[in-house]
């Protein structure tokens, strides 16, 4: 315990910072859930016909990840896109269901005598609502409150991946950086949040139980207003911070945020410019629509990886015939370099290393078997257990084209898992081979063995900024920082920089300072 308060303490204005916003991300979803989800559960009350389809579509919701939610609402207009939006948007979606049902339960459950003396006293619909039903059936939708609020809590910590901001952020920091500190960093106090909200609305809840005849059915109306006006107040202060700022994205694994903070450092060094850092936005689909939707201003992308993955263009023909070179990693930029253009984004120049897909086993095994290519290793891959990424088992420069270029084999379906975990899991016999990423830092660490592409299957991974051009444009001192990066980072460099990070768990952002201070 004491070295995540240590962490906490060295880092107490982020973890403020991350902390207020999931608090006002879950506040706004809930105050937005119960404004929708009651007048809806008063109406199926109301109209039993209507209250299947209600019902039903809330259920569907519920029965989608939260994660593929999250990518289903990224290109989608006005409510899509990355950042705190679209995460509010899902989390009013899961925050519906429970509302709707306790409101439905807490009107049917009123005795119906109490319901006939209020019509014979003349009073309408409308008055029994307000004055009667609400007030009788609060208890039981401040049940369903409570359930929304505590689900939004977990769910808005996975609302990191997109940008949302939050306690996720350590989370997925420390995952990427194998670091249970930053990950129970980011943990306790979202386990402590949920309880504490927990803990609030069962006490409400057992209120409005005992003291339900003198509870205003305006109440959680106000309620939900005030946290409506305070969220809205604090979107709009962040706005006016961030107005101008040139916002630097990266992907989920370490070499992406260490390469993130290396933009941000730069662009604030040599432009002058302030920088809003949206790290962690999870793999290449979320970077390239996020840069695409003008969410980012610039990341970092890899060259082979653009014109297979994002730009579905085939592979380069020298690599697949067994050639290769600076020729084809030229070639390869050149034609990366002009489908951006066509899309209003910049390639940048190289920044001086090519992170290829590093075909790994354990070091021992390697020397045991004498392996040395992965040609040698599919004589032993039909006994072993395979590991790979989300993005590896389907990218067309991944593993169906490689064990099919390889003619490899496992003895059962590869394990899917995250890319920095699968470091991990090799280490520790869960599975016996894995691709990871030729510059990562837990392959020394670790005592990994790289396997030689004899095949040259793998295309050029030069990794190079993309940025918007209308950014560029809009202010010169961006390129001119950024071109400055061109050639200056060796594959030597990146290794360090990502061992510092994933083996010494030191702070990125001071690695990346020491590592700008002697290369200028």
Known sequence: MKPVLTFWASHRGELAMLLSQHVLLVAFATAVAVAIGVPLGVAAARRPRVSAPIIAVANIVQTVPSLAMFGFLLPVPLIGGIGARAAAVVLILYGLLPI??????????????????????????????????????????????????????????IAAAIGAGGLGEYIYR???????????????????????????LWGAERLMSARRRRVSPAA??????????????????????????????SKNFTEQLVLGEILAQTIERQAGLAVERRFNL??????????????????????????????????PRPVQDGGGGSRVAESVYGAVRDLYARTGRTLLPPLGFDNTFAILVRGA???ALGLRT?????????????????EFLERPDGYPALA??????????PHVMDLTLSYRALA???????????????????????????????????????????????DPRIRAALEGLGGRISAADMRAMNYAADVEHRDIGAIVREFLGRSQ
């Open 100 to 157: 709707i049902r306790t409101t439905i339960a807490g009107l049917d459950g009123i005795d119906r005598s109490i319901i006939e003396a209020g019509t014979a006293l003349g009073m309408t619909p409308r008055e029994l609502l307000w004055q009667v039903e609400l007030p009788l059936a609060m208890p039981s939708i401040v049940a369903g409150i409570r359930v929304a609020a505590v689900v939004g809590v977990g769910t808005a910590t």
């Open 404 to 413: 099919k270029a390889y003619g490899l084999h496992f003895s059962g379906p």
């Open 174 to 200: 420390g995952l990427s950086m194998v670091d249970t500190t930053v990950i129970l960093a980011g943990a306790i106090p979202a386990a402590l949040l949920a309880l504490v909200v927990d803990a609030g």
């Open 374 to 390: 992965i040609d040698d290793a599919t004589r032993h891959s039909p006994g072993w257990r395979a590991g790979f990424g989300y």
């Open 365 to 367: 095994d390697a020397r």
């Open 220 to 249: 959680p109306a106000a309620a939900a207003a005030a946290l409506l006006a305070v969220v809205l107040l604090s979107t709009g202060a962040a706005a006016g911070r961030s107005s101008g700022a040139v916002i630097v994205g």
């Open 282 to 315: 999870g793999g290449t689909l979320i970077c390239d629509r996020a840069l695409a939707g003008g969410d980012i201003d610039v990341y970092v992308e890899y060259t082979g990886t653009a014109l297979t993955a994002i730009f579905h263009q085939p592979l």
């Open 428 to 474: 520790d016999d869960q599975v016996d081979l894995i691709a990871g990423d030729a510059t990562a830092g837990l392959i020394k660490g670790l005592d990994l063995f790289q396997l030689e592409d004899n095949r040259h299957f793998f295309p050029p991974y030069d990794a190079a900024a993309v940025a918007r051009s209308e950014a560029l444009l809009r």
